[in-house]
């Protein structure tokens, strides 16, 4: 059982946001540079790297989406009371 996952986000005001973030990664885009250009949160910095976290630690919805992916994956956006965001799983243990 996956006890923590680690994973990067882009966190943007709207949807049609997330939206396009998506469309300029399944072009290729780099995540990391996408972020550090675009997200609105402080881990952009990291290009998005929330490092590794167990369940509890984020909001619900994140935290959900997050889990659900297998490393590599990239989720639709998810909306929480921060704003959009678009989430990538590099890592499981």
């Known amino acids: ?6 994973a990067s986000h882009i966190l943007v005001k709207t949807e049609e946001q997330a939206k396009t973030v998506l469309l300029h990664l399944q072009k290729g885009g780099s995540f990391a540079a996408l972020a550090a250009e675009l997200s609105q949160d402080p881990s952009k910095k990291r290009g998005g790297d ?9 909001v619900r919805p994140f935290e959900n989406v997050a889990f659900g992916l297998e490393k590599g994956q990239v989720s639709q956006p998810v909306k929480t009371q921060f704003g959009w965001h678009v989430i990538k799983v590099t890592d499981r243990r």
Do not use: I, N, T
């Open 1 to 6: 059982m996956v006890k923590e996952v680690r």
């Open 50 to 58: 929330l490092g590794f976290f167990g369940r509890g630690r984020m």
